[in-house]
Antibody, heavy 117, light 103 residues
Framework: EVQLVQSGAEVKKPGESLKISCKGSGYSFTSYWIGWVRQMPGKGLEWMGI????????RYSPSFQGQVTISADKSISTAYLQWSSLKASDTAMYYC??????????WGQGTMVTVSS | EIVLTQSPATLSLSPGERATLSCRASQSVSSYLAWYQQKPGQAPRLLIY???NRATGIPARFSGSGSGTDFTLTISSLEPEDFAVYYCQQLSTFGPGTKVDIK
């Protein structure tokens, strides 16, 4: 079964760092782009960026460039999204999703990140 | 940067009715447009890619059409499980969504 499994919910304080993960299985992880999508509470979907695990080619939305880092470890079929200094406004659900065309066809279950003092 | 506009914001319909959702792009995107369904507490699910191709396992009552700047998602006869929020996407941009709720 093709699936993406994300790491569990996180509760952090402002200023802390965080790295969440997305592990792929059931397909060739290095052959498909993986993207990250933010959904703030009660809001819509926001495209953050995308990585090609085969060569780590990474693209960011201008809105998220410099705010987060997307990476991947192809040896363990895992993509990552990380922050060096969290803000309360980073509180959101974060989804990873893979794309074999120009659309995200497989989605992870989501990771809820809560940033609160 | 391409901007996607969806209308209406909310669509109130009864089961069995036809739903017509619109997505408009600020400039031509050819046929590179996808549609997703999201239910509360769930991840989005791909319905349509490349404007008119149904994703694997998507029922035939869902259809997509359009090209250039104007696109439509049609649900021919609403089932109870179809009441949800629908988003269009063009590569790195999502539309704001249309909520289909029960009248």
């Amino acid at each position: 079964e093709v699936q993406l499994v994300q790491s569990g919910a996180e509760v952090k304080k402002p200023g802390e760092s965080l790295k969440i993960s997305c592990k792929g299985s059931g397909y060739s992880f290095t052959s498909y782009w993986i993207g990250w999508v933010r959904q703030m509470p009660g809001k819509g979907l926001e495209w953050m960026g995308i990585i090609y695990p085969g060569d780590s080619d990474t693209r960011y939305s201008p809105s998220f460039q410099g705010q987060v880092t997307i990476s991947a470890d192809k040896s363990i079929s895992t993509a990552y999204l990380q922050w060096s200094s969290l803000k309360a406004s980073d509180t959101a659900m974060y989804y990873c999703a893979s794309t074999g065309t120009d659309a995200f066809d497989i989605w992870g279950q989501g990771t809820m990140v809560t940033v609160s003092s | 940067e391409i901007v996607l506009t969806q209308s209406p914001a909310t669509l109130s319909l009864s089961p069995g009715e036809r739903a017509t959702l619109s997505c408009r792009a600020s400039q031509s995107v050819s046929s590179y447009l996808a549609w997703y369904q999201q239910k509360p507490g769930q991840a989005p699910r791909l319905l349509i890619y490349d404007a008119s191709n149904r994703a694997t396992g998507i029922p035939a009552r869902f259809s997509g059409s359009g090209s250039g700047t104007d696109f439509t998602l049609t649900i021919s006869s609403l089932e109870p499980e179809d009441f949800a929020v629908y988003y269009c996407q063009q590569l790195s941009t999502f539309g704001p969504g249309t909520k289909v709720d029960i009248k």
